[in-house]
């Protein structure tokens, strides 16, 4: 079987140029505004020979209001380029899962427009809560998509049209003085995605590739002075996952993490920490359907649940600064 473009070697030369500008138009409120020209030159040598040049323009603009000294509004318009990964130029076979995909010379990367308002508010010294909205309109979105040769059916990286992305973001630090943990600093972060574009295949809309709905974290750190030392906790909620291929769909899950720390620094210059990674042992699975053809027109064929584990990982680390 004849894959395409399995023999490529790809080469860019990019340069750009940008501009920026401020303007103070009343106190507390901000122009910042930006335009930036992108130049590059992509050849590919091997199965395809060609060589493609891109010229992409990318303004930017954000105005920022400061009411009082502790909170700013801000609004911000961008045009966003994506970038190529150069791997989807050439094609690649995957032992473990059975899968082929077919590389791509005609890659180009996608584009959107980028739309923010966000919050940010400061209190009691380190304390901040921040809350943002983006909006995006995305162009020429990189995804699986099917590609047709004498050969066969392939998976291919490819441009499969427009769509829009939604983001919330909450992000907030608070410190622990006040309830007796002196030194100590809560994080919580939180976001909330949606997003859809039309399936290549079924034309039915669906979310992005591989994008999570949701995910939030929580840190805690603490600066014990008085034995010159700190400590810290981080907690990840895991992740979900979906994948589209011509002839399968894949869910991903990964479970929830918990890692710790702990430095000691019995001089300025001197640092010795002591990291644990996983203390809940870790698990991440693949739930995967397969097809007998392209998902949109054959029978189901079968299913797989692959499983896999990360045990508790140790770290110490000894550090000196020499002067």
């Keep these: 079987m004849a894959v395409p473009s399995s023999h490529v070697a790809v080469n860019e030369q990019r340069g750009e140029a940008f501009s920026q500008a401020s303007w103070q138009i009343a106190s507390g409120l901000t122009l910042d505004s930006g335009l930036r020209a992108e130049y590059s030159i992509i050849t590919e040598k091997g199965d395809a020979t060609k060589s493609r040049s891109f010229f992409y323009l990318k303004p930017r603009a954000l105005l920022s209001w400061s009411p009082d000294p502790g909170s700013q509004f801000r609004l911000r318009v961008e ?84 769509g829009r992305s ?108 002591f990291n644990i990674n996983n203390i809940v042992i870790a698990s991440r699975s693949r739930f995967s359907t397969y097809y007998s053809g392209p998902r949109n027109a054959t029978p189901l064929a079968r299913r797989e649940i692959e499983f896999g584990y990360t045990r508790p990982q140790f770290f110490l680390s000894l550090r000196k600064t020499f002067h």
């Design 79 to 162: 045009h966003h380029l994506g970038q190529l990964n150069f791997g989807d130029f050439v094609s690649s076979v995957s032992l473990t899962q059975n899968t082929v995909t077919a590389g791509n010379p005609d890659l180009r990367p996608d584009q959107s427009w980028q739309f923010e308002a966000a919050y940010e508010y400061h209190f009691w010294g380190r304390g901040a809560v921040t809350l943002s909205v983006v909006h995006q309109d995305v162009s020429h979105i990189l995804d699986d998509k099917p590609l047709v040769t004498p050969d066969g059916i392939f998976d291919v990286r490819g441009d499969i049209g427009g």
């Design 166 to 273: 939604d983001w919330l973001s909450l992000h907030t630090s608070v410190p622990t003085d006040a309830v007796g943990l002196t030194g100590g600093l809560l994080s919580v972060n939180g976001d909330w995605r949606d997003s859809a574009v039309k399936d290549p295949l079924t034309g039915i809309k669906r979310r992005f590739s591989v994008e999570d709905a949701s995910s939030y974290s929580i840190d805690f750190t603490q600066d014990l002075t008085q034995w010159k030392s700190s400590w810290g906790l981080h907690y990840y909620n895991g992740w979900k996952e979906i994948g589209y291929r011509v002839t399968e769909a894949d869910r991903f899950f990964g479970a929830p993490s918990l890692n710790a720390n702990w430095t000691y620094n019995p001089d300025p210059d001197v640092s010795l920490t």
